[in-house]
């Protein structure tokens, strides 16, 4: 008898793990499968810091509300930042540092953009454990996020403000980004 009911116990947990899975995912791609992009996003973290939790789920929260999330990964230059804008034609930018050390990167970003020439065509965003709203005005970025949430409604905002997108909604997930800090 012990055996059987071990049996048992062994493939309910296995069916509620699959349907962890499997269920998220079918409602993101049914969700995603009525709605065009709300933008193209470049995101990464800056050159010479490996953190990737603040910018991993800013990543996910984004792609969940519809956005074309382009992650270059971490340790990224500020040189690579510009080029894939340039080249996707990128609507945003967000950039995360979390060390003093590597924050000046950030201001490399927003020259590097610049002298692309596409500066005025992009939304930046800064976020990071130590990055703060004054950092985000020192160095011109257009949005500071403070986590997820906070990064979907700003990038949202923007885009109404610039008129190139109206965005679009989809709750898909939405639970698993809530309050999460960058």
């Keep these: 008898m012990y055996g059987k009911n071990f049996n048992l116990l062994v493939l309910l947990i296995l069916v509620i793990v699959v349907a ?14 009525g709605n065009e992009s709300s933008g193209t996003v470049i995101i990464g973290t800056v050159e010479g810091d490996s953190h990737t939790f603040g910018k991993d789920s800013v990543a996910t929260a ?14 990224v230059s500020a040189e690579s930042f510009a080029a894939n804008a340039k080249e996707k034609k990128a609507d945003f930018v967000f950039s995360f540092a979390s060390m003093s050390t590597t924050m000046i990167h950030q ?3 927003e020259e590097q953009l610049k002298a692309a020439g596409i500066r005025d065509k992009v939304i930046t965003g800064v976020g990071g454990s130590l990055v703060t709203q004054a950092w985000s ?17 700003k990038a949202k905002s923007a885009l109404l403000k610039s008129n190139k997108n ?17």
């Design 137 to 153: 005005d020192q160095i011109g970025a257009d949005i500071y996020t403070a986590g997820s949430e906070d990064a979907v409604s």
């Design 107 to 109: 201001i490399q970003i």
């Design 166 to 182: 109206v965005p679009k909604t989809c709750s898909a997930n939405k639970s698993a980004t809530k309050n999460l800090n960058v």
């Design 62 to 75: 984004l792609e969940d509300e519809g956005f074309e999330v382009i992650d270059l990964g971490n340790g």
């Design 20 to 33: 962890q899975f499997v269920f998220p995912v079918s409602a993101e791609a049914s969700c995603k499968q």
